[in-house]
């Protein structure tokens, strides 16, 4: 089982596309496109290589923010911890006259169980990562046209 510490690159694509704020994101990924290999006769093939840093998007220099940077096209996203995630969720959430409070739990079963993020009697999800329960949520939440925290 793989460990995550931060949203991939694609969950966070998806947390931007639902206008969660890159400045709320504690980590951020920066990838480069470098030569790799290549001989005398043929030139070096681009490769694309990512890192994650333990840093904050919002404290980066403003040009490092930007999509494209300098001539080797590197590139900047934001990462959210789960941490970070949580913070952004609101405590209760009020549907349809019904009010709840969310909960985030991981759930043992016969076929494997899972992470669960609910708010009981309104909506729930079970996924494999804590991560993805946590992205479900706040993809429903945007959806629905409720507001997270703002840090």
């Given at each position: ?14 947390l ?9 994101a ?28 333990n ?16 001539e ?80």
């Amino acid at each position: 089982m793989t460990t995550n510490i931060a949203t991939t690159r694609e969950q966070s694509a998806r947390l931007l596309q639902c206008g969660v704020d890159p400045e709320t994101a504690d980590m951020h990924w920066h990838g480069a496109i470098v030569p790799r290999g290549g001989s005398l006769t043929s030139p070096p093939e681009p490769s694309e290589e990512w890192a994650l840093f333990n840093c904050p998007y919002g404290f980066m220099p403003e040009e490092m923010q930007k999509d494209k940077l300098m001539e080797d096209y590197n590139e900047i996203i934001p990462a959210w911890s789960l941490s970070a995630l949580l913070n952004l969720m609101p405590r209760k959430v009020t549907h349809k006259g019904r009010t709840n409070i969310f909960g985030l739990y991981h759930e043992e079963e016969k076929d494997g169980g899972g992470w669960n993020y609910s708010c009981p009697g309104i909506v729930y999800f079970t996924e494999d990562t804590p991560f993805e329960a946590v992205i479900k949520m706040i993809e429903w939440l945007t959806a629905n046209n409720y507001k997270l925290n703002e840090l």
